[in-house]
């Protein structure tokens, strides 16, 4: 179906008129002038307008009056040839929106004067179509390269949907550009950004969270050793987390977390349906294994619910010599890092899906704590995972001892 006109019809109707009553005296293009438009709409309208009202038996040929004013404007608009179709004429014009995404205009005019330079020549085709035999010999030296160049952008877009899916639909162009260069592609970020806008790719975003923090505001004030400060040069110097919530059917799994603010690897958690004390104890209890038991001296940042302020929960850090931390009631840029670690558990595990099955979504859980631990790119480590980083770091130390 056509693209509806701007003109009413009756304005439509009384352009052909106009033009009808000159005789053929005047041509589309100064008619068309006079009025506003383009000579191109006119000479639509008037064709249209004609085929209406074409008695019976008429070839539907032009009158005797009309061909010599036709054949004056389309000889003025031949000797124009590109300038006159860009701008009168509503077409696309060089360096157009239409003209620019991938050269697809200029690509198959390139094409039909090589269809056609046998028959009419390379001079005499670009004479008519506006263009340089300069830029015509210039694309046929750079048509392999181009060709090349389309066909790894092919292949490129088939591993970026690879690594989209591979990942859950989850990462966006930063991880995906991440993941490509550790492949072994040299292409930047842009480039990936475009591919995946042009095809659509886009990954997941970000839903609001209720609140779940109790405070228990009778318990003994813990000081704030971190102070909004997420950095950490060596392992096992800061800790932090924090508890969030999974629907499941119409009651909950909660998962308490424990992260290494140094390499953001989560050395510790704990899955339940409950959140009592036992629920952040026993992620406590699985970091310090974890860590050999070598954590003496570390500090642990949490938010001031309940849990992190009970007794039981004191007694398991004082045991092991972790230095409890605690920021402010109600804001979360005091615990910003692991509020950042549950946003992307969020976006790329939890959000659009619906769990009915406890056991099967703390497999679910269990399998992306693992692969966050161990595939996961992270922005704040240089798009290393943290079993990578942590290496990387162990490696370094190794070393500088040795040295």
């Excluded at 040929?61 to 701008?87: D, I």
């Excluded at 360096?95 to 200029?106: F, I, K, T």
Aim: charged share 30%.
């Amino acid at each position: 179906m056509g693209r509806k006109s701007p003109y009413p019809e009756e304005f439509r109707n009384d352009a052909v008129a106009l033009y009808r009553a000159t005789g053929g005296k005047r041509t589309y293009a100064a008619a068309a002038a006079d009025l506003g438009m383009t000579a191109e709409s006119l000479r639509t309208w008037v064709r249209k307008a004609g085929a209406r009202a074409l008695p019976e038996g008429h070839d539907g040929g032009v009158s005797a009056a009309e061909e010599p004013a036709r054949l004056r404007e389309e000889n003025a608009r031949l000797l124009k040839a590109e300038p006159g179709v860009a701008a009168g004429a509503r077409d696309p014009a060089p360096g157009s929106h239409l003209c620019r995404p991938g050269g697809e205009v200029r690509s198959r005019r390139w094409a039909s004067i090589s269809d056609n330079r046998a028959d009419f020549g390379v001079k005499r085709i670009c004479r008519v179509l506006g263009v340089s035999r300069a830029g015509y010999y210039r694309h046929l030296a750079t048509e392999e390269a181009c060709a090349t160049r389309r066909a790894e952008e092919k292949r490129t877009v088939a591993e970026i949907w690879g690594i989209h899916a591979e990942h859950g639909g989850a990462h966006g162009a930063p991880r995906i550009h991440a993941e490509l260069r550790a492949r072994g592609h040299r292409i930047n970020r842009k480039c990936v950004s475009r591919l995946m806008r042009i095809h659509q790719i886009v990954g997941r975003h970000l839903r609001r969270k209720k609140r779940t923090t109790i405070t228990d505001r009778t318990a003994a004030p813990v000081p704030d050793l971190v102070m909004r400060d997420f950095t950490a040069d060596t392992l096992n110097t800061r800790w932090c987390g924090d508890i969030t919530y999974i629907a499941v059917g119409s009651t909950w799994l909660y998962l308490a977390t424990v992260i290494d603010i140094c390499s953001r690897k989560v050395v510790g958690w704990s899955i339940a349906d409950h959140m009592r004390t036992s629920l952040v104890t026993d992620a406590i209890e699985m970091a310090v294994a974890a860590r050999g038991g070598r954590v003496r001296g570390v500090v642990f940042h949490t938010d001031r619910g309940a849990q992190y302020n009970a007794t039981a929960f004191a007694d398991v850090c004082l045991r092991h010599g972790i230095r409890r931390s605690m920021g402010r009631v109600g804001s979360s840029y005091d615990n910003a890092l692991a509020e950042s670690f549950f946003q992307g558990l969020e976006r790329e595990l939890l959000h659009g899906r619906r769990w009915t099955s406890k056991a099967q979504t703390r497999l679910e859980l269990f399998r992306w704590l693992s692969y966050y631990n161990r595939r996961r790119r992270h922005s704040a480590l240089g798009y290393r995972t943290p079993a990578e980083f942590e290496q990387q770091l162990i490696t370094t130390r190794e070393l500088s001892l040795v040295a």
